[in-house]
């Protein structure tokens, strides 16, 4: 089978892509710089099968920087997943950050896929570069009006490997992702939060008042789309789940799976944060065969489920 690096292979989505192009017999090479974004061992726990198991090998280093001739030698497709993420911490001082690790580490990527002939080039990117909703959903050819400087770094991620593919010959694929959730959410995310403050018998703060809503993805969702994307057409795909829901409703089912309480404080929106997101997922239906298969109460609690034996190994290791 074919050998595919995964940047990002430590994070939420980068580890569920590794369990499953694994399990499907294919030789991964997994990238992480381990940065401080979050815990590290949360991350190490997340590669814990891999690790465990054949076919898989872990580089350390970061993508801005390291060796990437090295890196991707003999591999056959490249699934570049690694990056800052975060719209609230990519004002100010922040932004340089979300430079180097979003679009310089993506033009060095791609300056090495060139070198090495890779046959395909798989960009995650995020619902985020359209901006605030329009009244309905968005099709991958609608105006890109980013509300944030991450949203703005990804936009020009994405732009960079379109430049690659047109002018350097890059097979490349750009999936945009709609609000992906399920078990390893980072723990700054939203339905993480809620989960956590149930489980902890604490209240969670919500950013403006709770009307926010979401096209949600389950993570294996996700990962169904980023496979089938490496062997069909190139192009541009939204990758969401086919369920909208509002903070509100998703704390509702946060209540119901774990039958506790989740006191809620509101405060002001932040800046950046988009009132809606709603995919038309339409041409991935067609060019991938993408249909989520998981709804949305069903992965609140495969999510809340995995946060409890998180939360159970914190307790005994305290």
């Not at 499907?24 to 940065?35: I, L, N, P, S």
């Not at 379109?162 to 010959?169: D, I, K, Q, S």
């Amino acid at each position: 089978m074919s050998r595919v690096v995964v940047s990002g292979a430590a994070g939420f989505i980068g580890s569920h892509l590794v369990d499953r192009l694994l399990a499907g017999g294919h030789e991964v090479v997994g990238v992480d710089a381990f940065t401080g974004y979050y815990a590290r061992w949360r991350k190490e726990r997340n590669l814990a099968s891999a690790l465990g198991g054949e076919g898989f090998r872990l580089v350390e280093g970061d993508l801005a920087r390291m060796d990437l001739d090295e890196l991707l030698r003999r591999a056959d497709c490249v699934v570049h997943l690694a990056g800052e993420p975060g719209v609230r911490r990519s004002w100010g001082p922040n932004f340089p950050k979300y430079l180097e690790r979003n679009v310089v580490s993506t033009e060095r990527l791609l300056e090495a896929a060139v070198r090495g002939g890779i046959g395909k080039f798989v960009y995650a990117s995020s619902s985020s570069v359209y901006g605030p909703d329009r009244g309905g959903p968005v099709r991958e050819e609608d105006p890109r009006r980013p509300a944030s400087p991450y949203a703005l770094s990804k936009l020009a991620a994405e732009e960079m490997v379109g430049l690659y593919a047109r002018e350097r010959g890059v097979p490349a694929t750009v999936l945009r992702y709609f609000t992906v959730y399920g078990p390893r959410q980072r723990p700054e995310m939203g339905l993480s939060q809620f989960i956590c403050a149930a489980y902890e018998e604490r209240p969670v703060e919500i950013f403006g008042d709770g009307s926010q809503r979401r096209d949600m993805t389950y993570v294996g969702d996700a990962v169904d789309a980023t496979v089938a994307a490496q062997e069909a057409p190139c192009g541009v795909y939204n990758v969401g789940g086919g369920t909208r829901a509002s903070v509100d409703e998703m704390l509702a089912a946060v209540r119901r799976v774990t039958g506790l309480p989740v006191e809620t404080r509101y405060g002001p929106a932040a800046p950046g944060d988009v009132l809606s997101t709603w995919a038309d997922s339409g041409r991935a239906a067609r060019a991938l065969g993408y249909r989520p298969r998981v709804g949305l109460e069903e992965g609140i609690a495969a999510q809340a489920e995995w946060a409890a034996s998180l939360e159970s190994l914190v307790g005994a290791t305290a």
